[in-house]
């Protein structure tokens, strides 16, 4: 990967007999094209996000994949800064799709070239994004709460 992309891919390391990629985030598209075209890793099993508040890039988007034919199991890793924008997979594996969505919903970040990127889990007008470090559940939820249910607290 280091040949072809040379500088683009910032780790390469092993972790419990798992292979891990950290890459840049403006090449996360074309790596991944590769890595189903020419790595046989046909199947994206998870797209998540973990929040890191105190980092300029305070997102890392997890991809973990999978080859069928070859039985290895891969996981690669981007940062984005909270206002950056990550290249959308869903043209690469379909299944992309809805878990963008959630990594959306729950924690904000915005997939470019998303086909449909809206919230999925929680309503339209949710405030917030609740998988982030310093997002307050209690606040968010009683303001809902007393709009939507016309009570004063949920809990």
Not at 15 to 32: G, N, T
Not at 69 to 77: D, M, S, V
Not at 121 to 145: F, N
Request: aromatic fraction near 10%.
């Amino acid at each position: 990967m280091r040949a072809k992309f040379g500088t683009s891919v910032l780790e390469a390391i092993e972790d419990r007999k798992q292979a891990i990629l950290i890459v840049e985030c403006s090449r996360l598209a074309e790596i991944a094209l590769h890595l189903r075209d020419e790595e046989k890793f046909d199947l994206l099993s998870d797209l998540t996000a973990v929040d890191w508040p105190k980092r300029e890039k305070r997102f890392d988007v997890i991809l973990n994949l999978y080859s069928l034919a070859k039985n290895e199991r891969l996981r690669i890793k981007t940062r984005a800064a909270d206002s950056e924008q990550v290249p959308s997979m869903t043209s690469v594996w379909a299944t992309a799709n809805w878990l963008e969505r959630e990594a959306y919903d729950m924690f904000g970040i915005v997939f470019a070239g998303h086909p449909d990127l809206r919230r999925i889990l929680l309503p339209e007008g949710w405030q917030g994004y609740p998988l982030r470090k310093d997002y307050d559940i209690i606040q968010q939820d009683t303001a809902w709460v007393k709009e939507n249910l016309g009570i004063e607290s949920g809990q």
